[in-house]
């Protein structure tokens, strides 16, 4: 299930860097499933200026609410505006529909910080 | 998944592990706060029929001459006047009109009565009992709860599904009325009540039995539903939760449960307080309230108006039906009106709200 081309975080993020350089970022679909039912999205707002694993956001599910970290540093391009109406997006789609920002990166050598699929994989077993 | 050993597993522990319960503490005993999707769950109970185990809330048989004295001291509404069958929701108040808890009691016969009070507050019940039992040769007060369970049947489709399976038509039972009936051959106790705002039965039966009669009803097609989607549908539903929405520091007038209690009895133990309390009015009340902005309320926020903190959010949090986030809170009197504009501190940020009136939702009956 989790795609193997995308970089990952230990707070359950995933990176995907795109041809032109800009990276998306999301929730791994282990985050969505322990999170539950997401009803709420708080995204950074356009411009936003992110730091590799700080707070860049919230995500509400009905019982609880929960902080957003960004696994990279960089400029907010483009958000998805379509999980704000439609927070289910995140549990349905949490690689692809639910995607959370694009981010033009300040430091691609960052990337390097982050869990390769095999990685995630290990902490995830490990955490089970 | 590993939970703490000190907390108490009600009969049908195994059953919801079995059936991917996600198991979270609850008044001291390990309860399923969901299995799928809570969102999924309530819905289910609203368009067809759901499952909820409520064995964590206490069953204490109380029994013999004094029973219905020794209930009548202690409750909200009295319980001499009550009919054997019938079900009466109501208050156990401090003498400072404080609720220690809010239950329901049933009479099964004339010297029998059974009291279902909420987990956490099982105790705090039974020793208040005891406090006012000055005929303790004329009352036997017994906790069955470990060796019965009790599953809640809630939705539009529950009476019928519950028919394929009772020994008796139970379509014929009122609210607030029970009836002895036979589930799948076992003898069980029905009682047309609920806590979802949805038409249902609540079954108490023998907790060997609970597992095997879960399983049936899911077989007919009920959903099972944790913690998690009773909360939503509570909340939907303008039903307050002990613990959250009222408690020993508030009493009945300010929680707006005004038609649940009648102070002026000879011998009730609250009577001073509640008669002063409904004869002076009071200073806070509980609200419900919608929220116009962007943001989801929740237990513990603060209620702001204009600028100046008036209260606190007791419950919050989304509704599924009405598509919209929903919370209950106090607030003073002044500012209790249904349309009064307010706000909720989410973490830091003042979001627009507005009181509105209770219950969020209701049934259309039929």
Redesign the interface.
Same mark, same amino acid.
């Given at each position: 299930m989790t795609p193997d081309a995308l970089k990952y975080s230990e707070e359950h993020e995933w990176v995907r860097v795109e041809p032109d350089g800009v990276a998306v970022l999301g929730i791994t679909d282990f985050a969505a499933e322990s999170l539950g039912d997401v009803v709420f999205v708080e995204l950074p707002e356009l411009g936003a200026e992110l730091t590799q694993f700080e707070k860049m956001g919230e995500i509400e599910s009905v019982k609880a609410v929960s902080d957003l970290y960004s696994p990279v540093s960089g400029t907010v391009a483009e958000r998805n505006e379509s999980i704000i109406d439609s927070p289910e997006l995140v549990n349905d789609s949490p690689f692809d529909a639910g995607w959370m920002v694009r981010v033009t990166l300040a430091d691609a050598a960052e990337l390097d910080n982050l869990m390769t699929h095999s990685e995630y994989q290990a902490l995830l077993e490990a955490q089970s | 998944m590993p939970t703490s050993d000190n907390l108490r597993q009600t009969a049908l522990y195994d059953t919801h592990i079995a059936l991917g319960g996600r198991i979270v503490p609850f008044g001291g005993w390990a309860m399923p706060?969901?299995y799928d999707?809570?969102?999924?769950e309530a819905r289910a109970v609203r368009s067809n029929v759901g499952l909820f185990d409520v064995s964590h809330m206490g069953r204490l048989k109380i029994q013999g001459a004094g029973a219905a004295p020794l209930l009548s001291r202690v409750l909200s509404l009295g319980a001499k006047s009550m009919r054997p069958g019938r079900a009466r929701y109501c208050l156990i108040c401090n003498q400072d009109g404080g609720i220690i808890d809010d239950c329901i009691v049933y009479r099964n016969s004339e010297e029998d009565f059974l009291l279902v009070p909420n987990a956490a507050n099982t105790v705090a019940v039974i020793d208040w009992l005891a406090r006012w039992n000055t005929k303790p040769n004329t009352v036997s007060i017994n906790n069955i709860t470990t060796e019965t369970a009790m599953i809640a049947i809630q939705g539009p489709q529950s009476i019928p599904t519950l028919n394929e399976i009772t020994t008796d038509d139970i379509s014929s039972v009122l609210p607030f009325n029970t009836i002895r009936t036979r589930i799948d051959g076992i003898d069980a106790m029905l009682a047309h009540t609920g806590y979802t705002g949805e038409d249902g039965f609540e079954v108490i039966l023998p907790a060997e039995d609970a597992a095997g009669v879960w399983r049936l009803l899911v077989e007919q097609g009920a959903a099972s539903c944790g913690l +998690?989607a009773r909360?939503?549908l509570r909340l939907e539903a303008g039903l307050l939760l002990h613990g959250n929405d009222m408690s020993v520091d508030t009493n009945p007038y300010e929680a707006g449960l005004d038609r649940f209690v009648r102070p002026d009895r000879r011998g009730y133990v609250a009577r001073e307080a509640l008669l002063r309390a409904r004869d002076n009015g009071v200073q806070k009340k509980l609200v419900g309230f919608f929220m116009t902005g962007?943001?989801?309320p929740?237990h513990g926020y603060a209620i702001h108006h204009y600028g100046r903190n008036i209260g606190e959010v007791t419950s919050g +949090?989304?509704s599924p039906l009405l598509d919209s986030?929903i919370g209950l809170g106090y607030v003073p009197a002044d500012y209790s009106a249904v349309g009064t504009h307010i706000q909720i501190d989410i973490?830091g940020r003042l979001i627009d709200a507005e009181v509105t009136s209770l219950p969020f939702y209701s049934r259309r009956k039929k």
């Amino acid at each position: 299930m989790t795609p193997d081309a995308l970089k990952y975080s230990e707070e359950h993020e995933w990176v995907r860097v795109e041809p032109d350089g800009v990276a998306v970022l999301g929730i791994t679909d282990f985050a969505a499933e322990s999170l539950g039912d997401v009803v709420f999205v708080e995204l950074p707002e356009l411009g936003a200026e992110l730091t590799q694993f700080e707070k860049m956001g919230e995500i509400e599910s009905v019982k609880a609410v929960s902080d957003l970290y960004s696994p990279v540093s960089g400029t907010v391009a483009e958000r998805n505006e379509s999980i704000i109406d439609s927070p289910e997006l995140v549990n349905d789609s949490p690689f692809d529909a639910g995607w959370m920002v694009r981010v033009t990166l300040a430091d691609a050598a960052e990337l390097d910080n982050l869990m390769t699929h095999s990685e995630y994989q290990a902490l995830l077993e490990a955490q089970s | 998944m590993p939970t703490s050993d000190n907390l108490r597993q009600t009969a049908l522990y195994d059953t919801h592990i079995a059936l991917g319960g996600r198991i979270v503490p609850f008044g001291g005993w390990a309860m399923p706060i969901q299995y799928d999707s809570i969102l999924r769950e309530a819905r289910a109970v609203r368009s067809n029929v759901g499952l909820f185990d409520v064995s964590h809330m206490g069953r204490l048989k109380i029994q013999g001459a004094g029973a219905a004295p020794l209930l009548s001291r202690v409750l909200s509404l009295g319980a001499k006047s009550m009919r054997p069958g019938r079900a009466r929701y109501c208050l156990i108040c401090n003498q400072d009109g404080g609720i220690i808890d809010d239950c329901i009691v049933y009479r099964n016969s004339e010297e029998d009565f059974l009291l279902v009070p909420n987990a956490a507050n099982t105790v705090a019940v039974i020793d208040w009992l005891a406090r006012w039992n000055t005929k303790p040769n004329t009352v036997s007060i017994n906790n069955i709860t470990t060796e019965t369970a009790m599953i809640a049947i809630q939705g539009p489709q529950s009476i019928p599904t519950l028919n394929e399976i009772t020994t008796d038509d139970i379509s014929s039972v009122l609210p607030f009325n029970t009836i002895r009936t036979r589930i799948d051959g076992i003898d069980a106790m029905l009682a047309h009540t609920g806590y979802t705002g949805e038409d249902g039965f609540e079954v108490i039966l023998p907790a060997e039995d609970a597992a095997g009669v879960w399983r049936l009803l899911v077989e007919q097609g009920a959903a099972s539903c944790g913690l +998690g989607a009773r909360d939503v549908l509570r909340l939907e539903a303008g039903l307050l939760l002990h613990g959250n929405d009222m408690s020993v520091d508030t009493n009945p007038y300010e929680a707006g449960l005004d038609r649940f209690v009648r102070p002026d009895r000879r011998g009730y133990v609250a009577r001073e307080a509640l008669l002063r309390a409904r004869d002076n009015g009071v200073q806070k009340k509980l609200v419900g309230f919608f929220m116009t902005g962007r943001g989801i309320p929740r237990h513990g926020y603060a209620i702001h108006h204009y600028g100046r903190n008036i209260g606190e959010v007791t419950s919050g +949090g989304p509704s599924p039906l009405l598509d919209s986030n929903i919370g209950l809170g106090y607030v003073p009197a002044d500012y209790s009106a249904v349309g009064t504009h307010i706000q909720i501190d989410i973490r830091g940020r003042l979001i627009d709200a507005e009181v509105t009136s209770l219950p969020f939702y209701s049934r259309r009956k039929k």
